[in-house]
């Protein structure tokens, strides 16, 4: 091949001359973290954006297991969570002292939904405590219905919104958002959590603050998940520039609608009305013999999710329903590469193997 | 009072302009995160100050948990720790599943040292997986008798030094490093551990990489607790700088020596021979006498380590032996200040305060 490979992910964050003016600021104050001035304004200006109180921490992993030990639920109690995720979800689960109970996704959304927890609660094999929906690559989370659910089992929700800074809603239950390097808005390292819920965001901001109180005594469990003021720095820069990097993503995703064929698996993908930072696309054929053809292309691809949670040794005793979806999901979906790096070449040359794949037979 | 106040504690990390070579570098590579460039050389540089093999990591509770977790100690098990500690070691004790039992320290060092700990063992109310010896305020650990301890006892031994980056030693157990804000080399938030056993480091490596082996599997329960490309930056910025720092706090501390009274409870602190953060002394008369003292002077005091792990509200149902040390230091220790802004003057107030407080009756 002579084409240059095609990466499938290339991240670009505000540079070192976006970043100076706040760097002078830490400069100024000599405060680095612990909820400096930085990572304050950078609360405000999510609070502002989301119409939701929101607290900036170290990473979305953190933030899922402080959401969780911040509302309490009992330890040793099973947390369902959709086993169509990314490993941190459950990572995040097991450090708040909770076990995974993984569980299928809706047919047509890829995500847990209300109505199923409700249907998979009387299954469960234990007591669950909580329940972690997930945002499929970004999708929006039905926080309406969560709330309502929650309402009516009484039981603490979380939820995994970790690429969907463009989607996310606030809502009476925290939100957990990553500022990921690899997401539509970065920070190198970081994420936030949204809720309405005043008391129980400062918990979960007491939580990430080793649990002290006014005093310094540790009046819960905890830990250190703290932005910093240079990622507070990175975040506040990067949300300087955020129309226009949406107005670039969904340039680039306008394109895919023109390049890619609409399949009924792909339409849903391709024609998304909002910033993503992933594409992952279903071949009938199965995600070994289209990454074998991207690869003989030099186009990287990637499986964000690999064959969902159930799959991964580390989660392999964990209790679990039957997943068809997931399992269905899991043998197709491979991602391609999305990101600003990509020119009508490239994306020709991407559509161009997506198409060849298609041909093949499932 | 006319006098400025003194803050117990003002960092200088360093500045924009050090900052900027390292972040042109972060504009070329486009990798924030994820074990990028900057990490890499971060990991050689302090393998080559310490003549052991480091891995960088998020911040230093993570670290704990994360080398507990890497260890595999049995699930729910004790992990002895001494209760003069900050509450950071508790908390990543829980985080890695275990439960803090929490003992006394020797009276000569403050530590928990390895004679006691095979002594409290036979005492503890369950199984003991892992014990965590702490470094009192950068106190140097006695790295071979802990290795002696764990080849006797076959226990997993994780070493708490996370103000210790001027006393720490390499040896065949994890011995985990802060670099806060607040310690003597800072890049804001950060750690790394130090581990001769390069297979157990990578376990920890692993560990904090959402457990992931190299085909994006979880192989084993974990996290995110990387250290960015931002925060290498400041780390190897700093680490730069490091042999005038270290002589500036070297100064400080001879200046200590000679402004304040080497009574027998204070010379071992005031002579010490180590770049130290911070400067704890015990006062006969208590904490809380000397403390209003030292505000009535406006000068800031901070109880480092407040009453011991087993006086925090979240620790109190800790399983626990009698400690009588612990509670005699955690009633007359004091923090003062001690950074790079104290001049003579600020010093001499300091002493003047110090000494007056030396004549209250216990």
């Avoid at 109970?101 to 909580?130: C, I, K, N, T």
């Avoid at 306008?254 to 064929?261: D, G, H, I, N, S």
């Amino acid at each position: 091949m002579d084409s240059p490979a095609i990466p499938v992910m290339r991240p670009r964050l505000p540079d070192a001359d976006a970043l100076l003016p706040y760097l002078r600021r830490i400069d100024q104050t000599r405060v680095y973290s612990n909820m400096g001035p930085l990572a304050r304004q950078l609360a405000d200006i999510l609070g502002a954006h989301f119409h939701c109180p929101a607290h900036p921490l170290a990473n979305a992993t953190l933030g899922l297991a402080i959401a969780l030990m911040a509302m309490g639920p009992p330890a040793g109690s099973l947390c369902m969570v959709p086993s169509w995720t990314f490993a941190a979800s459950a990572h995040a689960i097991i450090l708040a002292g909770m076990v995974p109970f993984l569980v299928d996704v809706d047919e047509a959304s890829g995500m847990l939904v209300p109505e199923m927890a409700a249907d998979f609660l009387p299954r469960a094999p234990g007591h669950v405590g909580a329940i972690m929906p997930v945002s499929a690559f970004g999708h929006p989370v039905d926080i309406a219905g969560w709330q309502d659910f929650r309402a009516r089992h009484g039981l603490a929700v979380v939820v995994d919104a970790a690429a969907g800074f463009d989607t996310a809603q606030g809502g009476d239950l925290p939100v957990v958002i990553s500022l990921h390097a690899t997401k539509v808005l970065g920070a190198g390292e970081g994420a936030f959590i949204l809720c309405r819920d005043t008391d129980l965001l400062h918990r979960c901001a007491t939580t990430s603050n080793f649990g002290f109180s006014a005093d310094r005594q540790a009046s819960m469990a905890g830990m250190n998940a703290k932005l910093s003021e240079y990622h507070a720095a990175v975040a506040l820069a990067a949300i300087e520039r955020w129309p226009q990097d949406r107005g670039h993503i969904m340039a680039l995703t306008r394109k895919l609608a023109e390049t890619l064929p609409q399949t009924a698996g792909w339409r849903g993908e391709v024609t998304r009305a909002f910033a993503a930072n992933t594409l992952n696309l279903e071949f009938p054929s199965g995600w070994q013999a289209a990454e074998a053809r991207f690869a003989a292309a030099a186009i990287e691809t990637r499986r964000w999710w690999g064959g969902g949670l159930h799959r991964h040794p580390a989660f392999r005793h964990c209790p679990h329903l039957p997943m068809p979806e997931t399992d269905r999901r899991a043998d197709l979906t491979l991602g391609l590469p999305f990101h600003g790096d990509l020119d009508g070449v490239a994306l020709r040359r991407i559509a161009d193997v997506a198409r060849a794949c298609l041909d093949d037979q499932p």
